[in-house]
């Protein structure tokens, strides 16, 4: 399809002159996997040198606290990286959030290191696509904006964090107070390799469920005990039985057990929610709540639950079906069919759209089979969605809201 010609073109055209590719290979080529605070610590430094090409405050923001139950029950705070974040004309009358995450799932010691060539325009790298790729597609939009006519009349945020990839728990605070009187939302996940962005996403919900039992003898005296580790498969058999339409449940892992000859005190249940809607999600806690009672009863021992939703379900609601209207219409004057489809993943737009934040969420690059060592990137969308987010920008600029 060939590109219409409009008012912003001039504009966009610079995007082949930004170092859309260079800085991301650059980017790529730091480990940033969420345990690894030294490389995190590297990359943010570089992102904060790279954003502070826009025209405001840039800063690092230390992480908030995050709890975690080790595999003894005990639960104490893990370490998280900084975030960047970013604000341009706060006084502006219509504002909007760019967000962006810049950990990975690869530790640091992990065999995908390195950026390769699959075939000409197709590169092979962590985190190229999710989403270093797409933290420079933001870049270069919010560039194409700032030499653009529409500059001075919208304002920003950007806030990319540490710690997406497993679930945001030391951002999600700071993501609800930026996201707080938003027009609308643009988040960076990859699209398909064919351009396909998510719609409507499910939520999830990460529990680790802690039961505290008695010891007790195998042999001499096996009744006077109480079977934390039997407690625990119950727990999971009925968590399992809720599973149905519109509420997928995954009992994931047991830790506990010890010697054959001794009643077991101690097991901790792993389970995620997967919920379609917030009325599921309703459904789902209510049944777990329950559940620990009855459990606590039946085998007379204690059980306490340690987790939460963390990603609400994200509907298509009327402002964001406008949003992605908008976007579909700039890609049709770029020559790009766009179109999207439900998922059931989940990121940082499920907590921008419980804030009431109309969002766009695979605003990045073009990519595929991420969160694997086959991950890949098709170099050419970087201009493409680099003008796709800009001329969106600049719409919502021109128009003052959606």
Not at 22 to 34: F, I, V
Not at 82 to 108: C, E
């Amino acid at each position: 399809m060939k590109a219409n010609i409009f008012p912003e073109q001039d504009t966009l055209d610079k995007a082949t002159n930004l170092p859309l590719l260079p800085r991301t290979l650059k980017w790529a080529k730091t480990n940033s996997g969420t345990t690894n605070l030294d490389g995190l610590k590297t990359v943010a430094t570089m992102l904060a040198d790279a954003f502070s090409v826009l025209p405001g405050d840039i800063g690092l923001l230390d992480p908030e606290p995050v709890e975690a139950v080790r595999a003894d029950g005990s639960v104490d705070q893990v370490q998280r990286g900084q975030h960047l974040v970013a604000s341009i004309r706060p006084d502006a009358a219509v504002r909007i959030l760019l967000t962006g995450h810049m950990d990975t799932v690869f530790p640091a010691d992990h065999k995908f290191q390195q950026v390769t060539e699959l075939e000409s325009g197709i590169l092979n790298g962590p985190g190229l696509a999710d989403m270093k790729g797409g933290i420079s597609v933001m870049l270069g939009a919010l560039q194409l904006l700032e030499h653009s006519k529409y500059a001075n009349r919208i304002g920003y945020d950007v806030m990319i964090n540490s710690d997406e990839e497993v679930g945001s728990g030391s951002s999600a605070a700071l993501i609800e107070r930026l996201a707080k009187g938003k027009t609308a939302a643009l988040t960076y996940e990859p699209a398909l390799p064919d351009g396909t962005l998510a719609g409507e996403r499910g939520g999830s919900g990460n529990f680790s469920i802690i039961f505290t039992g008695k010891s007790a003898h195998a042999g001499r005296n096996p009744d006077e005990g109480r079977n934390a580790l039997i407690a625990a498969a119950d727990m999971a058999l009925r968590l399992k039985a809720l599973h149905r339409e519109g509420l997928s449940v995954n009992p994931a892992k047991i830790d506990g057990g010890g010697p054959n000859n001794a009643v077991p005190e101690h097991a901790i249940l792993r389970v995620n929610f997967r919920p379609k809607s917030l009325e599921d999600q309703n459904e789902a806690q209510i049944a777990l709540d329950k559940l620990v009672t009855t459990i606590a009863r039946e085998h007379d021992l204690g059980v306490h639950c340690h987790g939460s939703f963390g990603r609400p379900p994200k509907p298509i609601d009327p402002q964001a079906q406008k949003l992605f209207g908008l976007v579909k219409q700039c890609g049709a004057d770029l020559g790009l069919d766009i179109s999207w489809r439900g998922t059931g993943g989940v990121c940082d737009g499920n907590n921008i759209a419980a804030c009431g934040v109309p969002v766009v969420d695979t605003m990045g690059v073009r990519g595929g089979a991420i969160h694997s060592s086959d991950e890949f990137m098709i170099v050419e969308s970087l201009v493409e969605r680099a003008q796709l987010s800009a001329l969106t920008i600049m719409r919502i600029a021109e128009k003052g809201g959606l």
